[in-house]
Structures are given as C-alpha cells and as structure tokens.
C-alpha cells in the first residue's frame, strides 16, 4: 500500500541556532528502510543512554516547541491525519517528530543522537471474514493432537495478569463481551484518538481471544486498550513506540503484552520491545501475513524480528492434522506456532452480541498471549525467558503440512496443559500423578500441591462460598473504629469468599486487603453488593482492585482498598484473591476519618468544596509500582484552584498529571501538565477548568526509585 502525503506548510527556523552540542563527529545513523510505506516528514530520534537528562529535556522541548505547529498530514486522497510529538521516556530516551531534511541532519551531527529513523505505516495482519463458526481454536489448544474433542477444559483464567493490548483499542464498554471489571482505557495513540475504543475490529476480535469470558483463552485476566491504531487500521511506528513507552511507564505487573503489529525492519520498535522485556514482560507478537497471501521470513520484520520477542506464526485445520497458513511469515525467527484461521471473535460494529470469525497471524497472536496470562496466573514472578521456556516446553512437537520450502520453521504448537507438563520457573517438566510434589509439578493436577494439600486429600472447606454461608459481619463488631480482620485461606482456582454486612445506621467504611504471604498478589478484587451477587449482569456498588506485594502485613501495613459512606441496610461483599496466598480482609468503621485511597482503576471521589489530596504514604516514601487517580467532582464546579505543599518524585519515571474529565477520558491529557523531580510544580496556587464538574488527578511511579510523594489543596469555583 502507498500513500503519498504532504505536510502543512511548517515554520522555517535556522536549525543551528537551537542545536547547541554539535561536533564533527562521524554522523548519527539515519535508518531508511527504501522497501518501507514512509510517513514523509516524520522521524524518530534516540539519544545515547548515557547522555544526561538534563540535556535530553533541554533538547526535547526546543524541538516540542519548534515542531508545535506541525500537527497535520495531507494524504494522497485529501484527507487529512493528524500526526503528533511523541516523547519516550522509558523504552528508550528520545521523540517523534515532523522534521526537515536540514532539522534531521543537524540533529545527526549531535554527540548525545544513537540514530535517526524514518517513521513506517503498519498494519495488523488480519483477514476479516463475516460469517459465523471457528471457536476450533480453544479445542484445538487444550488436547495434544486429532480428532478435536468439541470440548475446551481448562483450569487457569489468567486472573490477577494484566495484559495490554497493542492494537486498534477495544470496545471495552460492551458488556455483553468484556468484563466491566476487568476491561479498561489505558492511553490512545491512534488517529484521531477514541478514548481507547475500537473503530476498527481488529482490537475487540483480539481482546475477546485473549481474555473475554465468552471467546477468551484466559478467561479472566485484565485487558487494557492500549490503542495505536487509526479507524482506517493503520499506524505509524512513533505511535507503536509510544505505546510501548506507556506501558513502561504504567506498567502493572504480572503482564504480558499482545501485538499484532507488523512493520519493515524498524530498529525503534524493536528497542522498544527489548526495553519492556528487560523490565519483565513478555511480549507476544505476530509474525506478519505475506504480501498477496504468500508468507515470507519473519525476520524481515518487526517486531517479530527480535529474539526477545515471543513470535507468532498462524495455522489452521486441515484433515486430522495443523496446516502452516500460506500467508504466515515463517522462518527461523518464529517462536511457536497458534491456530490463526477462522476464528471466532466479537464483531463491533452493530449490536453486541454479534460475532465473526477472522483470519491472520496477528489473531494467532492472542491466543498464545492468553495462554501466557494462564501461566503467569500461577507464576507472577517469571521473567520473560521463563515464561517462553514454558510455552515451548509445553507445546506439541507436531509435523505441519505446508512448511515445504520454509526452512528454520519451528514444529511446535502451542498448548495449555491439564495434567501438569508446564514447568515451574527454573524447574525441568514432569508428568504428575499419585506421586505429585510442588518441587516438580506446578500445573493442572498440581496445582492442589502448591497450595499445601496433597493431591489424594480434600481441602477444609472455608466459609463464606455462597451467600448463604457469608461470614458474617455485624455493625456492632466496629465500634469505636474496631476494625474486622477476616481471612480466606484460597484453594484450586481462587474460591471467592463471600463477607455479609449489615449495617444499622450509615457508615463511613474502609475495606483493605491484606498479603501475609511470600508471593505478590496481584489484582486482588473487592467488590460491595446491596444485593447477593448470583449473577455477573449485576454491578456493584463499589469496587476495589489492589495490587499487593508479599507480607504486606500487619494492619499498619495494609494496602487500601475503598473507602466510601454506605447507608444502613445489608451488603455483601466478595474478596478475590491469588490462590496462592491466604488474603485477610479489613473493614473499619471510619465514620471520622478522612477518605483516601491509591487505585489506578477506581478513582477515589472528592465531593467536598475544598480539601487535601496526596499520594497517601504519609512520612514514608511511596510504594514502588504505585499508580493511583483522584477525581475532584464537586457538583457545579467549573474549575478548581490547586496548591501543593509538598511535591517529591523520581526525576522523569515518576509523574503527576492532571486533566479535566473523568479519569478514563485520557484524550483530554495534554502534556503540559505533567510534572516530575524534587521541585514544586509550581508556587502558590494554579486555576484548572473542570469538565462536567470533574478533574482527574493521575499518580504513577515505576518500581526502581521512589521519593517522599506529594500533596496539595484544592478548593473548588462554581
């Protein structure tokens, strides 16, 4: 596909007057790939990792500044695109942007420029075909060979695994697909932005793969939109990178990362996945369909074309046996291979129940991605390496019909497992039964072991598994601020525990969790019903997500979950938990005490005219890994004034933002308003117009260094 564009009529500036390190050095390398579909125009640029931040920032903002206007591409047919600066902060250091040929040259003179590279169109490698059939898939992955059994019988969901969706969004709204709960907004580059909302279809067919509870692989593991994708189904590379570096920057772990993108050799791209693998994530990609429906080498491509990547070729069925797809790319850099033909997926377009079935190796991809998510289910400590080593471990040695003339193609097929073949970390496979030991087996039959029970005997039934046997709570247990302390000790696939309330007078509640085990717990769910919750179409009246790292423990220690002001009546109030831990709950009578919370997916509400917001670590630093967001909404406020008292984060990977809306609105975020370091982001106190009467208050930090944190007031303008 060629396109040809022509930017607006742009700014002229001598580049030499704001590039102030240039030497006679031997020039940064400029990256053209001539077999490429070119953005014309536009650029990446990476500095040197050892270059200082101050002087990257220096760079960055003169060009910001110079290339402001330069927001619009004119295409071929008339339209036009909008384009924008992308900045990298954590893949690599570095920006995109519109540049003349004069600004791209200066830039290769500079000491502190590793390279240069010329942005690239991709596009998902995805065939779409309207009719109905193919969920052969998950039959296909759960049984080592044919005849398939018309059955899928799995015993991991992915729950508590967050996996990010590199892709054209998803409709995360339709909740006869996607799990409210467990389907978010995580940030949208794609053109013009969509709050993270398909107008495509690629992403919802691959989000329902991956994890929804009708179509998916792991059934319950956390989707976020991270979309790059235009309405058109065509990106840039910037915008990929830009994906990537949100990630890294937000990045919630255990995770693995689902991309069906497929770009010409592009050296960023792959920095950008090899950056987020060296922070422990493993990304899942697809090897790329072939031009007129032949496959090609993989290696030819990107990302596939990195080892760290997790590579994906498609397959389909053929009679008693997997045929290699004649459009998959091939070849020594593909990984393993996934069923990627006629697959049932949700269709987005009309109404929500609707189906469709697709084609392509970018929807092989999340199958094998959901099957990761099943694995890091168990595992949420496994690198990267190690969670590929247990997918080719697991994965059927098979012969494949059509990899004539295919050399270097690998011959396995991926495969979840029930009878415990998929290694622990570090651990060899082997073949469970009477004799399982946690020290050899990990997986299906096994799982019991891991949890202490031997694999003959039957677990103590805990309380609380059906409304009608919920621990029971009463008021008069919380008086004077006593707070409850109620543990659920978790068994073979996370057993829900059901905690009864009922309250004689109105209450300021807050709910916690707690981690006394050795193993991070991930996603641990609180949810508070006015009801019995007996069915998943029904939405509670409040809800948690905590993130909790090991021995999170005693009370002064707890990880904060909702605080919110309930009525009298009766409530019931379900904990989920990692089955690997024994999780407690807390629920304390704060009927005097401030509210404050940290959930990166649950706002936590200021409805008061005025009032003190922070990070909530008090005298400590913050937790690492922290990601929270407040929403100020009081009722007719039109704009709010903010002055911070204290304002300490780790120079560049930990920031604050603030944009008017509600907190899952992320196209309203403009990057001005985004502040880091040691400095008061400004003095005294600054005016911010609300939306709706709402203004979102965004914290995240990484997991390396943390600082003392912040805190500000706010008053709010009718």
Known sequence: MTRTSVHFPLLVVVASFYFTSVSCRTLAPLRVNENADR????????????????????HIQRIRTLTATRTRIQKADGTVEQVAFHEFTHVFRGFAASLSS???????????????????????????TLYDGGSWYLDRIDQAGYPLDSRYIYNATGDGVTC????????????????????????????????????????????????????GVAKRCRLIAVRVFGCGGITSSSAVVAGYDWISR?????????????????????????????????????????????GGDACLKSPASLPAAFTVAATEKGTNQDVLSGYSNWGKCVD?????????????????GDRWVVTGTSVATPVVAGVAAMYLELFPNASPAQVANALLSSAVNTVFAGTAGRPGHPNK???????????????????????????????????????????????????????????????????????????????????????????????????????????????TMLWMYNFCPTTTTKTPVWASNDDLGPTKCPLSQ??????????????????????????SISIKDESTAPTQFCNPYYPAQFKSKTGVVSDGSGSSTYLPGTSCKFLLNYSGAKSYDIAFSSFALESTHDKLRIYNGNCDDFSKFNAANEWSGSNLPWSGSRTFAASG???????????TVQGAGWSFNYAART
């Not at 978010?184 to 509870?213: E, R």
């Not at 979950?561 to 831990?581: Q, R, S």
């Not at 009467?693 to 997991?703: E, I, N, T, W």
């Open 39 to 58: 953005v014309p125009g536009r650029y990446m640029v990476a500095f040197k990792e050892s270059v200082p931040e101050h002087l990257i920032s220096s």
């Open 102 to 128: 004069s600004e791209v040259k200066q830039l290769r003179k500079l000491d502190e420029v590793a390279y240069i590279e010329q942005e690239t169109y991709g596009e998902p490698s995805l065939t779409q």
């Open 164 to 215: 990010y969706m590199v892709d054209t969004g998803f409709n995360y709204k339709n909740t006869a697909i996607f799990d409210s709960s467990r389907s978010f907004a995580g940030a949208d580059f794609g053109s013009p932005p969509n709050q993270g909302l398909d107008c495509h279809g690629h992403g919802s067919a691959a989000a329902g793969i991956v994890g929804s509870p009708i179509f």
């Open 250 to 294: 937000n990045l919630v772990k255990p995770a693995v990362v689902s991309s069906p993108c497929s770009f010409p050799y592009t050296q960023a791209i792959n920095d950008a996945v090899q950056a987020l693998t060296n922070r422990g994530v493993l990304s899942v990609v697809a090897a790329g369909n072939g031009p007129a429906g032949v």
């Open 336 to 352: 393993i291979n996934a069923p990627g033909r006629l697959l049932l997926a949700p269709y987005w377009l009309t109404s929500p």
């Open 413 to 523: 097929m991926v495969q979840i497992v029930n009878s415990g073949n998929i290694p622990a970390p570090g651990k060899s496979a082997y073949q469970c039964g009477s004799a399982c030991s946690p020290s050899k087996c990990t997986w299906g039959e096994c799982r019991a072991a891991w949890n202490a029970y031997p694999i003959s005997a039957s677990p103590p039934a805990p309380r609380g598994q059906t409304c009608g046997d919920a621990v029971d709570i009463k008021s008069n247990d919380m008086t004077g601020g006593f707070t409850y302390v109620g543990k659920t000790y978790l068994y073979f696939r996370s057993w829900d525990t059901y905690y009864k309330l009922v309250l004689t007078k109105p209450t300021t509640l807050r709910v916690s969790t707690c981690n006394p085990g050795t193993i991070r717990d991930v996603n």
């Open 558 to 583: 707890w990880f904060s979950g909702f605080t919110t002001v309930a009525p009298a009546g009766t409530f019931y109030l379900l904990l989920e938990g990692n089955p690997l831990n024994a999780v």
């Open 693 to 703: 009467s709402k203004l979102c208050v965004h914290f995240y930090a990484d997991d």
